[in-house]
């Protein structure tokens, strides 16, 4: 009971089960023996999964089971066998494929994977594959479409029946030899088995430059459909429009109006003109009625002199004013819906570059902020322009030394505040409260001479996180501590100085003033003695 399939990529031997499903083996076997299955397409192979076959046509949506060639189309499909129940679990399992209704016709698969649990009890498992699983592997690598169609074709070429069991019915017509393919069957396929994928044989360089140039052509217009510009690769421009450029800015819509209507009647004729200063920019665009006076003005208006002007004249590529119906059902203009408004505008050309990150909320941002009273934004405002923190206090500080006098009111008031010192002393009460609690934990838990009770690890963790937290904060208020210590003692130290520098030009100042006391009296004794003396003399003369 096996059955011989020979494909275009290998012969493939698979074994019946006729003993668990008699109806649907017979169904196959007579189904080979009248060669339906010559030049069957595996028209879905999908890799690891399975590959399906037995339509005649290639679809997927056709064949009929032997039946019908005895009873006619009411016996098209028969019906399922469900006992005993047998399972898609290996690799070759052939299997009928369910129509939908637990009817079966002619089709059928071969699993490429394992294990395929969910198949069991909708498809109907027959056989198995005897030999040729090298064929299974090439066919589980074909490269397929995104409809899971080999793009190279995988064809059942004959069916050879080693034996068959079941007699035949009676009104079976079984050929002598084996027909050949039908026009269908021929057509249903793409690339066959043994064709040479040439595309440049037979053909010129110049063909073959065309062809270069049309491949390049449908890359650039796939570029211009990503981005935007055009609806749709097949899309082309109106073959009614004409575009005039390297025109003198003195000319006007009403000029090429009259120039280019003796071809035949015009629907719209404009140049293009600035948006913003209205002047011209030296191009326009031309809609003929009929396509045919649109070719006759472009053979014959190129080069003329317009306004002592060479103008170019060439067909309009723009579709941007054109309505894509489909392929094949042409376009059509967009409706006008403003009267007395240019039909052909400049576009914008003026971008945002800005980049929207994921996630933000500039709008809502920009919303707030339109929102926010202007005492709000005078109070920002002032607030960004007056600096801040330690620089300000240090600044203004500066200045009053720099103004103090040397006398003892000009001192600095002792009760005043900085945030940096509040911040210090907050750290310093901090650090001793710290130390008198574990003092006072350590002492209490050692005093009752009990051991501390043990805590859970969590809570130790927790604890340890804490201390670790207040340890770098009380190094950062240390840190600043011991900044502002290191100007404080700056402070001290030029202050000494200046003390001490007062207190020696005060004491040079009054230890120089003592000594001239001292020449005055000593100066003031002499003259004094030295008048005694003379008085003396006069006297002892009289």
Sequence with gaps: MSVILETTLGDITVDLYTKERPRTCLNFLKLSKVKYYNYCLFHSVQENFMA???????????GESMFSMLYGDQAKFFEA??????????????????????????QFFLTLGEDLDYLDGVHTV??????????????NEAICDGENRPYVDIRINHTIILDDPFDDPSGLEIPDRSPGPTKQQIEAGRIAPDEVIDAKAGKTNEELDEMIKDK???ARTQILEMVGDLPDTEVAPPDTVLFVCKLNPVTTDEDLEIIFSRFGKIDSC????????????Q???????????????????????????????????????LKWNGKGKGVEHFPDESKGKPRYVLKDTRRDDTYQLVGSNEDADKEQQGKRPKRDEDEERS???????????????????????????GRRDRGSRSPLRLGRRRSQERRRSRSLERGGRNRGSHSSGRRPERRSRSHERRSRNKRSQDRRRSH????????????????????????????????????????????KSQSSDSSHDRRSSSHGREKAKS
């Design 52 to 62: 399906q076959t037995g339509d005649p046509l290639g679809l997927g949506r056709g």
């Design 81 to 106: 066998e469900t006992t005993p129940k047998l399972k898609h679990q290996k690799i070759g399992t052939l299997s009928m494929v369910n129509n939908g209704s637990n009817m079966h016709g002619s």
């Design 126 to 139: 027959f056989g198995e594959v005897a030999e040729g699983h090298d064929v299974l592997t090439k066919i």
């Design 216 to 218: 390049e052509a449908k």
């Design 270 to 281: 404009e140049v293009i003109r600035d948006h913003k200063t209205g002047e011209s920019l």
């Design 283 to 321: 191009y326009a665009f031309i809609e003929f009625n009929k396509a045919e006076d649109c070719e006759s003005a472009y053979f014959k208006m190129d080069n003329v002199l317009i306004d002592d002007r060479r103008i170019h004249v060439d067909f309009s590529q723009s579709v941007s004013k």
């Design 383 to 409: 607030r960004r322009e007056k600096p801040r923190g330690y620089r300000h206090e240090r600044s203004s500080r500066k200045d009053k030394r720099n103004s103090r006098s040397p006398s003892k009111s």
């Design 476 to 519: 950062s208020y240390e840190r600043g501590s011991r900044n502002t210590s290191r100007r404080s003692r700056e402070r001290k130290r030029s202050r000494s100085i200046e003390k001490s520098s007062r207190y020696r030009r005060r004491s040079s100042s009054s230890e120089r003033g003592g000594w001239d006391k001292k020449r």
